[in-house]
């Protein structure tokens, strides 16, 4: 095998055959013109009986289907934000976030989390961070790129402090709810009770629950005030996600068995990577609780390196090992990197096989003299 590819942020999944029949019919019947910004009525309300299914009340005037979860949370940022507004979110975090927030004049004020909360944000830290500029607080459970996934109870501490501490909005990317491990619950925010679901806009699509990543159909559901100006950016940026698409998520959501996925398939490929990364020298990590990523922390102390070397560590590692790893300091810090598990496992165990013996290479020439500073 050339080069594996650990580093894709797209699930091992089949497009579903109800969205490509759907998506033929469409194209057939001639359902092939601008629909409107807010997307097709019937797969408004689809998403808005699957949201019910988590505790979400939202009506089909409170949702916006754009085309994927990405310019969905940039849609619904342009409406919550302006220059100067600060965007709170947990470090390591998705890499789309910063550039969003960038690109429209905000501030990304990162939370750094560690191996001890199982990377996730307390209540205490998030009071801490939360000011008068303060205008969303980001989370995303489960999570890009460490696999949290907050409890119940942990959210509803999240949700107490936006409520009494703040007037931001939270804005909660749920895009990876259906890979849950180990029999937990992906709980959403917004299920906490009407107070904290005013104040929040849920994120989903069809992109890693149905392997659609480029069918490119995501969504925001939340308050109609912020939707409404959310569909106009939408409007002026795009005018509407495709039509054809948005007829096989439509397919997708209403026409395929609850686990297309395959999580128990999933949970034993997370089992077979944190495995062997937790074994790693120098690393540090958690094991996944969901979505379909293994975090890789660098421990720079450990692997005798400055704390800004990640980015040369990871392209020396990634390069000799053949493998392909997700890092470039997008995830909020170039300590941080990411193994998806989605693929094939024959593909799996030869990249994290090749990972190791890299690592150990690297460590018994010398190259890096774990420990002992070479690199600084
Ligand atoms: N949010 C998170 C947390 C993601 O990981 C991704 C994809 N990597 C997206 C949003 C974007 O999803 P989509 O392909 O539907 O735009």
């Known amino acids: 095998m050339d080069t594996i590819d650990l580093a894709t942020g797209v699930p091992d999944i089949d497009s579903p055959q109800s969205a490509a029949a759907a998506a033929v019919e469409a194209i057939s019947r001639g359902d092939t013109r601008y629909v409107g910004a807010a997307g097709i009525a019937p797969l408004r309300e689809a998403i808005s009986r699957s949201l019910r299914e988590r505790g979400l009340a939202y009506d089909p005037s409170q949702i916006m289907v754009a085309a994927g979860a990405k310019l969905s949370v940039f849609c619904v940022l342009s409406a919550l934000i302006k220059p100067g507004s600060n965007v709170v979110v947990p470090v390591p975090h998705y890499g789309g976030y910063r550039g969003h927030v960038e690109q429209l004049g905000g501030r990304l004020v990162g939370l750094t989390t560690t191996p001890d909360t199982g990377y996730k944000v307390t209540g205490a830290q998030l009071r801490d961070a939360l000011d008068d500029e303060t205008s969303v607080v980001l989370l995303n459970s489960p999570a890009n790129p460490s696999g949290a996934v907050y409890t119940a109870e942990e959210l509803a501490a999240l949700a107490d402090v936006v409520l009494n501490h703040s007037s931001a909005i939270v804005l909660s990317d749920e895009i ?115 979505a379909i990523y293994q975090l890789i922390e660098l421990v720079p102390e450990e692997l005798g390196i400055a704390p800004g070397d990640g980015r040369s560590f990871f392209e020396t590692w990634a390069s000799r090992a053949r493998v392909s790893i997700a890092h470039n300091g997008r995830f909020g810090d170039p300590v941080f990197g990411r193994l998806t598990f989605s693929v094939p496992r024959p593909e799996l165990e030869e990249g994290l096989g090749r990972l190791s013996a890299a690592l150990e290479e690297l460590a018994d020439t010398n190259q890096l003299s774990f420990g002992k500073g070479t690199m600084r």
């Not at 149905?210 to 069918?215: N, P, Q, S, V």
């Not at 397919?251 to 089992?271: E, S």
Request: aromatic content about 6%; overall charge positive; charged content about 20%.
């Open 176 to 290: 990876y709810s259906r890979f849950v491990y180990d029999g937990l619950a992906a709980h959403s925010i917004g299920s906490l009770g009407p107070e904290i679901l005013a104040r929040t806009i849920t994120i989903d699509g069809v992109s890693k629950a149905y392997g659609m990543t480029g069918w490119r159909v995501g969504y925001a559901a939340g308050p109609k005030a912020v939707i409404d100006v959310a569909r106009r950016v939408h409007a002026s940026l795009c005018n509407c996600a495709s039509s054809i698409s948005q007829w096989a998520a439509l397919g997708a959501l209403t026409g395929t068995p609850q686990n297309h996925h395959d999580v128990r398939r999933h949970q034993q490929l997370r089992d077979l990577s944190n495995a062997v990364v937790e074994r790693w020298r120098g690393i540090r990590t958690v094991k996944p609780s969901g």
